[in-house]
């Protein structure tokens, strides 16, 4: 990649560089420091754009293609798609990073790829994302194991939307979450709401000091309809 030159090289002569040598020359001479000690170059050379690298790693039996799509920003009506290969509780190796203040709005696996995994995380000015996603070998994105407390971590859109399937458990926020809600353009269904007045939420549910952004919910006529729909004996 090319640099521009610092200002005090960019039109040299041997005139000019003749001055300055001598220029520098009798500075130091008279300051009794070496030469080299006192030059400076005014200008700074700009270095590449920084880029927050997106770490995705898998903690289940898929292996294959994995597509991860972004919108280049939170206003963003399209979105945009960049592939990697992903190995059985391995690391996955993308084509290219999205750029700051990129959304990631959902990935694909398997064979299926009409039926997007949604993500909704923000990639911040500096810092980058390290997304842990339990992908059994179909390319269907399953609860991560829960540690040694018994708690479960939810760190997307998709695993949040998951807890509809074991009401009962422990589960834990690990990072800020968009729920994309009302974005034009990226097609991210209404929010089922977690637990029902038949099938009510009774477990435990700590946000960490997280937030959530962009809830929409379309359920006009429906009662119990929130975040959570309905909770019963549960902890929050």
Do not use: H
């Amino acid at each position: 990649m090319f640099y521009p030159p610092p200002r005090w090289q960019s039109k040299p002569t041997g005139l000019v560089l003749a001055l300055v040598a001598a220029f520098v020359l009798f500075s130091a001479c008279r300051s009794g420091s070496n030469p080299e000690e006192i030059i400076e170059i005014i200008d700074t050379p700009n270095g590449p754009t920084e880029i927050p690298t997106i770490v995705i790693t898998g903690v289940g039996n898929y292996s294959g293609t994995l597509k991860l799509n972004y919108a280049e920003k939170i206003t963003s009506k399209t979105t945009k798609t960049i592939s990697g290969t992903m190995a059985a509780k391995g690391t996955v190796s993308l084509q290219s990073q999205p750029p700051k203040g990129a959304l990631i709005v959902s990935i694909q696996a398997g064979p299926d790829t009409n039926q997007p995994i949604y993500i909704g995380r923000l990639i911040g000015s500096s810092a980058g994302i390290s997304l842990k996603l339990n992908l059994v070998s179909s390319g269907n994105l399953e609860l991560r194991p829960a540690d040694s407390g018994g708690i479960i971590p939810i760190g997307t859109y998709a695993e949040f939307q998951l807890i509809n399937g074991t009401l009962g458990g422990s589960y834990k926020q690990e990072a800020d979450l968009d729920f994309m809600g009302g974005a034009e353009g990226l097609n991210v269904p209404s929010w089922e709401p977690v637990g029902t007045s038949t099938t009510a939420f009774t477990g435990t549910f700590n946000g960490d000091g997280n937030q959530i952004d962009r809830l929409s919910i379309d359920k006009s006529g429906i009662d119990n309809v929130g975040l959570f729909g309905y909770a019963d004996s549960a902890t929050f």
